[in-house]
């Protein structure tokens, strides 16, 4: 066993503290990796105070690692010592069931392994990115471009391929419209990203402070849900809009603003159920769909496109011992647009 360094929750309640961790001995099929930068999701907040339910603590967070291979197993072929290399959300999955075959891995019918907080293949809890290395297996590491910094990278590992995934799926593009719920984290990637897709973009914010911030990042419009006239005037315009924020919002007031056929994807993950109003649906034969992250296969296509493109997170990056700082103000919004770890800080 490995004992590194790493940030970890002792309960749902207490701050993050400096800690060590252990990894498993590399394997035959694994890669060490020494981890340069982690990605904040709000996904960590919310798992490490048991807001989506009861967590083995201690637990170290972190689903959006970029490193480097300092060490691979005896029958790696896929990566070498010195390749630039990244994380997502998962770590393994059964790789037998038809999603699985499917390259659809993120949706293992027997649940894929979690990159922290997860029953690994050991029966030990994983243990997340905020830590100096990780032990991966080959197949669910994947490779980051020259073209992309590390630290802009991290992000992609999870916000990226959370919002490119359902622009793919749903065919964003020329000649479509895609509304982006909230702009944050999640929301100025799904802009960068469908706006390089080439689709028409239009940021949905409580309100006009960061539509600046917005239009340069890629938006064509940008419109504040807190004027009740935006929803009247936007009717009907929609051919996709994805929510990204992780907050109760009114569901049946944004399928209103769908075309025929139109869908409304949620990839935002409130604690609360989303009601939804029937009616809302059946009168435009409108879509209320979720979607998860990508598969393996999928997220290299996006760190792919994000090369292709120029595109990378907006970041700020902190030292480990702000780490409980930053945590707060996720929660208040102060952050533009992804807050990482410089992983060289943890000890």
């Known amino acids: 066993m490995l004992t590194v360094s790493a940030y970890a929750a002792p309960s749902a309640s207490e701050a993050l503290v400096p800690t060590t961790i252990e990894r498993r001995d590399v394997g035959a099929h694994d890669v060490l990796i020494e981890i340069k930068y982690a990605g904040i999701c709000h996904s960590d907040i919310h798992t490490v105070r048991g807001d989506w339910g009861p967590q083995s603590y201690p637990l170290a967070p972190g689903h ?4 480097i291979v300092t060490e691979i197993g005896s029958e790696v072929t896929r990566h070498k010592v010195g390749d630039r290399v990244g994380v997502g959300c998962m770590v393994n999955s059964c790789r037998e069931c038809g999603n699985c075959r499917k390259g659809e891995e993120q949706y293992c019918l027997k649940g894929m392994t979690g990159t922290y907080g997860a029953v690994d293949r050991d029966g030990t809890i994983t243990q997340g990115g905020y830590s100096t290395h990780v032990v ?4 669910f590491v994947v490779r980051i471009p020259e073209r992309i910094g590390l630290d802009a990278a991290a992000p992609l ?6 919002t490119y995934s359902p622009l793919r799926h749903w065919g964003a593009g020329p000649g479509k419209k895609v509304g982006v719920v ?8 799904a802009v960068k990203l469908a706006h390089a897709m080439g689709a028409d973009v239009t940021v949905l914010s409580q309100s006009l402070k960061k539509m600046e911030d917005g239009l340069r990042l890629g938006a064509d419009q940008y419109f504040a849900t807190s004027e009740p006239a935006t929803f009247e005037k936007l009717a009907g315009t929609f051919d996709l809009i994805i929510n990204t924020v992780s907050a109760p919002i009114d569901i049946s007031s944004y399928l209103q603003l769908l075309t025929l056929d139109g869908a409304l994807v949620n990839v935002g ?4 159920p989303l009601p939804v109003n029937v009616f ?3 009168t435009g034969r409108r879509s209320f769909a979720g979607s998860a992250i990508g598969g393996i296969r999928e997220t290299q296509e996006m760190l792919d496109f ?6 990378g997170a907006e970041i700020e990056v902190i030292p480990a011992d702000k780490i409980n700082d930053a945590y707060e103000r996720v929660l208040a919004s102060d952050v533009r647009y992804r807050f990482v770890i410089d992983a060289s800080t943890l000890g």
């Open 269 to 272: 993950a409130p604690a609360e």
């Open 306 to 311: 994000c090369a292709e493109h120029g595109l």
């Open 64 to 67: 959006e690692i970029a490193g």
């Open 157 to 162: 590992l999870c916000a990226g391929i959370t």
């Open 280 to 282: 809302s649906l059946i």
């Open 182 to 189: 909230g702009l944050g984290g999640l929301g100025h990637m």
């Open 136 to 139: 991966v297996t080959e197949d």
